[in-house]
């Protein structure tokens, strides 16, 4: 089992809802990751916290909207999601800088 | 920007046959670099991992990877595969300074009985 809980692990949604995915890690970890993955695709980096500061976003819509409550806790608030944003969401934590990424089990997000 | 390139898309082979996978990236500088595997249904878990030191590094279930700088590679290697390898194999870069991990496209490892 991953060290790195996300939830829900699956989520159906119209393209007006909002939704939030959470993810949690008590490993001590600084950073850490959104990600998305498209079916047979790597994952592709969204946005990284660093001490609960956002230190990365790599151009992403301002559909998503990410948050980091605390060392432990990232969230990724959606609305007005578009049908081409259906993919795996996964969540990570490191240490930080280049260390190792752990990664939770993703949550699988279907846009209808 | 970064890229890295994983050419064997899909790897079919028998058990205890060899296995090597490759890997190129095309950042100049220091590197770190990581195999990753997702078995199916299950989250992304990290098999070994090159920071520095000895370029051939081992990781876990028997797999090892060497670093030959020269050829910008990092190719995954396990001498006898077994059924339950069967899984995608995604290796990774990144580069001093920086936390972006930049994937291959992975490589689909099937394992036949």
């Known amino acids: 089992d991953t060290e790195v809980t996300q939830t829900p692990k699956h989520l159906v949604m119209g393209m007006t809802n909002k939704k939030s995915l959470k993810c949690e890690q008590h490993m001590g970890h600084r950073a850490m990751y959104w990600y998305k993955q498209k079916a047979k695709k790597p994952p592709e980096l969204m946005f990284v916290y660093s001490y609960e500061k956002l230190s990365i976003n790599e151009s992403v819509p301002s559909r998503f909207s990410p948050e980091c409550p605390n060392s432990s806790l990232l969230n990724l608030h959606l609305h007005a999601l578009q049908p081409e944003d259906s993919a795996l969401y996964l969540c990570?934590?490191?240490?930080?800088?280049?260390?190792?990424?752990?990664f939770g089990d993703g949550t699988r997000l279907s846009i209808l | 920007a970064q890229s890295v390139s994983q050419h064997n898309h899909h790897v079919i082979l028998s058990e205890a046959a060899s296995l090597e996978l490759g890997c190129n990236y095309s950042y100049g500088g220091t590197v770190n670099l990581f195999w990753y595997v997702q078995y199916p249904g299950q989250h992304l878990q990290l098999l070994l991992k090159?920071?520095?030191?000895?370029?051939l590094v081992k990781g876990i279930k028997g797999f090892e990877a060497e670093f030959i700088k020269s050829k910008f590679s990092f190719n995954l290697r396990k001498p006898s595969v077994q059924w339950s390898d069967t899984a995608e194999y995604f290796c990774a870069v990144n580069h001093f300074g920086n936390e972006k991990l930049t994937f291959g496209t992975g490589t689909r490892l099937t394992i036949i009985p």
């Open positions: 990570a934590s490191s240490q930080g800088g280049v260390q190792p990424q752990h």
């Open positions: 090159y920071f520095s030191g000895d370029p």
